[in-house]
């Protein structure tokens, strides 16, 4: 069996839950790459969205987590790449969500924002909920035709 890659990136604003986060992955045997920062230096988040954005294209990950201090920033940064569907969740219905009618293959937090308890329930519901596909298959083809432009 193929261990999956999720990848994880974060400013510095996120660096504490990220670590939290990655942990979790490992215990349920998930591969892990770390897309940084590491520390809590000021950093810009935009460079970590970009991270995200070239290992999911290179296929090094085939979904991945942002964090930030609020997550705004790096889901806007994010989403400016037609194969990214970032989501900023704050509670699990909005992790199962941003999965069953979105496909959403990036899982965004705040750092600052988010319980550790809720986050780690977060990543659990975004990586065990399916794409229902169907009728929302057809909304989430037409996310990429218009990042195109």
Known sequence: MT??????????????????LAKQLEGA????????????QSVDY??????????????KAARGVLICGSGIGISIAANRFAHVRAALVHDAY???MCRL???????VLGGRT????????????????????GRHARRVAKLAENGER
């Open 3 to 20: 261990m999956e890659t999720i990848a994880l990136a974060s400013d510095h604003g996120g660096v504490e839950l990220k670590t939290l």
């Open 29 to 40: 045997g998930f591969a892990v790459l770390d897309l940084g920062t590491d520390g809590a």
């Open 46 to 59: 935009p460079d970590f969205a970009v991270a995200m954005a070239d290992a999911l294209k290179q296929g």
């Open 94 to 96: 909005g992790a199962r």
């Open 101 to 107: 009618h979105n496909d959403a293959n990036v899982l």
């Open 114 to 133: 988010i319980g550790p308890d809720v986050a780690k329930d977060c990543l659990d519901i975004f990586l065990n909920t399916e794409f229902e596909g």
